[in-house]
C-alpha cells in the first residue's frame, strides 16, 4: 500500500514558477513508476509527466514539454513537478500517481494509488 501527499500548489501569475512536491510512504518507492495528472474545472483527468522507477527517465504530454519538468529523490520518498512559465490553462488541481510496475503510464487506470491533489491556479 502507498499514500501520497501532494503540497506546493498555490496562486501565481502568468509566466511565473511554482514547484510541486509528492509525499510518499512505503518501504518500496523506488520500485515505483510516479506520474503527475492534472484536472480542470469540467475536463477529464489529464496526464502531464511521469518517471521511471530505476532510470529516472521522464515522459511529458506534449502541453507541458519544455516548461515542466518531473524529478525523483527516492532517499526521500518524494516526487516533484517543477512548473515554469506558467498559463493560465495550466490551472487545474494536480494529482500524483503511483504504479508498482514499469512503463510510461499516460491514463488513470495505469495507477494504482492516488494522492488527493493540490490546487494550482494561474491568473493572466
Known amino acids: 500500500q502507498v499514500q501520497l501527499v501532494e503540497s506546493g500548489g498555490g496562486l501565481v501569475q502568468a509566466g511565473g514558477s511554482l514547484r510541486l512536491a509528492c509525499a510518499a510512504s512505503?518501504?518500496?518507492?523506488?520500485?515505483?513508476?510516479m506520474a503527475w495528472f492534472r484536472q480542470a474545472p469540467g475536463k477529464e483527468r489529464e496526464f502531464v509527466a511521469s518517471?521511471?522507477?530505476?532510470?529516472?527517465?521522464?515522459y511529458y504530454a506534449d502541453s507541458v514539454k519544455g516548461r515542466f519538468t518531473i524529478s525523483r529523490d527516492n532517499a526521500k520518498n518524494t516526487v516533484y513537478l517543477q512548473m515554469n512559465s506558467l498559463k493560465p490553462e495550466d490551472t487545474a488541481i494536480y494529482y500524483c500517481a503511483a504504479r508498482p510496475r514499469s512503463g510510461i503510464g499516460v491514463t488513470r487506470t495505469d495507477y494504482n494509488y492516488w494522492g488527493q491533489g493540490t490546487q494550482v491556479t494561474v491568473s493572466s
Open positions: 518517471i521511471s522507477w530505476n532510470t529516472g527517465s521522464p
Open positions: 512505503g518501504r518500496t518507492f523506488s520500485r515505483y513508476v
